[in-house]
């Protein structure tokens, strides 16, 4: 069965500094999408970033990047430049290839931004 | 992007009685839509996957006859808490996602749950 780890359960940066969170997960698929979402106090689920697992490129968005290492099956998420509004839960999430296919999220990584 | 509406956002009921929560895609048409719950701190549980026009597939631990799930179209599933009990109160979101776009879900806001 597939399953998806987050093993720091909350996190704290400064601001405009840098953080990384992390995820592993399991799979026995070789084709599949991992994602980061975010959710703030509001508790709408915000999609941060995605990475087809075919891809061999880190994806990247403004300010958030992954590093995306398929063997290991690590998918971390780093922020830059953090800012007050990047507090939130953040959850990786997997899912295989087709729309029929449900979503497995990680147990979340509360992040805290000091300013 | 793509917009997940869910109504309503808020709801207190009294035990024993029954509450329907509707996620609508504004935008577009959804082939398959998700239900989840959401306990305070802690992940998204799913509860059952909702294809249109078909019966929706429950979660192991989830009680098809308790939480009653409807996908009458691509744009509107609905999910009906029978018979609601104190601890049938949660955050209770629902997703929609478009084939071929990326596999991407598109989240609702939430609906809030209180049974008294």
Redesign the interface.
Known sequence: AQTVTQSQPEMSVQEAETVTLSCTYDTSESDY?L?WYKQPP????I?VI?Q?AYKQQNATENRFSVNFQKAAKSFSLKISDSQLGDAA?Y?CAY?L???????I????T?LSVIP | GAVVSQHPSRVICKSGTSVKIECRSLDFQATTMFWYRQFPKKSLMLMATSNEGSKATYEQGVEKDKFLINHASLTLSTLTVTSAHPEDSSFYICSARIAGVGNEQFFGPGTRLTVL
Not at chain 1, 42 to 45: A, D, F, I, L, V
């Open positions: 999408y994602f509001s508790r709408q689920m999609l995605r087809e839960m959850f899912t290839g087709t729309s029929y296919d449900k979503v999220f990680g147990p979340g509360s």
